[in-house]
């Protein structure tokens, strides 16, 4: 990582690229990422049907395996004897500390409400496509925001051939910006230690209100070879699945990772 530092000490780049002023980057197919993906598929089919992971991450009634950290990549990214390779690697650089993939699979029918979702998130994720900015935890009653993990980047690797319009992701093009600033407002002007302790309720939902009468709502559509790396601070989510999507019986795969930053206090970014 080449992190970039302000004339006043504030940690600035949250990751080791130049971002384009969309905040994602889709990779074309490349041959190594393509064997990653096949090999990620083929064990990520058997932790799907595991019971206990099956109990742990399947909701929605049914129609999304979360899988946070179920699929089991090493500290490099390498599955099965597989590394993790392609085009994004030149971006992100090599890394010895990413935690375990996130498996995540959507089914037909999604999204349906999770439990204990109220009737207001339902309608969110149904209709805002539970667009969310990683690293903000709602927690309390009622709830409110705080910024407790901060990443360094988010690169997602289809695993499954789909139609486009089979639950893809949904990124808000440049939405990072906005983001980037609302948590500059909120926690600059508290001492670093204290920065995921900082209630950002108000001033999150603003940024985000103001990204969506702003910014261009984009399908980010790919398929098994193909790489999406996403600015940490991008607004995306997860759309409904069209009733004319297709997908094999295994769902709609996707692995993620989302390392955490490897500077304790990274939160504050540089606006571009």
Do not use: N
């Not at 504030?10 to 096949?38: E, F, H, K, L």
């Not at 595991?50 to 090493?74: H, I, N, R, S, Y």
């Amino acid at each position: 990582m080449r992190p970039w530092t302000s004339q006043t000490g504030w940690r600035a780049d949250p990751v080791a690229i130049t971002w384009p002023d969309a905040g994602y980057i889709r990779y074309p197919w490349t041959p190594d990422t393509y064997r990653w993906s096949q090999t990620a598929r083929a064990i990520g089919r058997d932790v799907a049907r595991d019971p206990e992971m099956v109990k742990t991450w399947l909701q929605c009634e049914g129609t999304w395996f979360v899988g946070v950290d179920a699929l089991p990549t090493d500290p490099e990214g390498t599955i099965g004897g597989v590394p993790l390779q392609g085009p994004f690697t030149d971006a992100i650089g090599p890394r010895d500390d990413l935690h375990p993939a996130q498996l995540s699979i959507t089914f037909p029918g999604y999204p349906r409400p999770r439990a204990g979702e109220t009737d207001a998130a339902f309608r969110y994720r149904q209709r805002r496509d539970a667009a969310h900015m990683d690293g903000v935890r709602a927690e309390g009653s009622p709830k409110r925001r705080f910024f407790q993990e901060r990443h360094d980047w988010i690169l997602g690797l289809p695993l499954t051939e789909t139609s486009p319009g089979a639950s893809p992701l949904v990124v808000w093009e440049g939405s990072h910006h906005i983001l980037q600033a609302a948590m500059s407002q909120a926690l600059s002007p508290h001492p670093k230690d204290t920065w995921h302790k900082i209630d950002v309720t108000e001033v999150y939902v603003a940024a985000r209100k103001t990204v969506f009468e702003t910014c261009a709502r984009v399908p980010v559509f790919a398929r098994p070879g193909e790489a999406i790396l996403l600015h940490p601070y991008l607004l995306h989510g997860v759309a409904p699945w069209q009733a004319a999507a297709s997908a094999p019986k295994d769902g709609r795969m996707i692995a993620y990772f989302r390392p955490e930053s490897t500077e304790s206090d990274a939160f504050i970014t540089r606006q571009k």
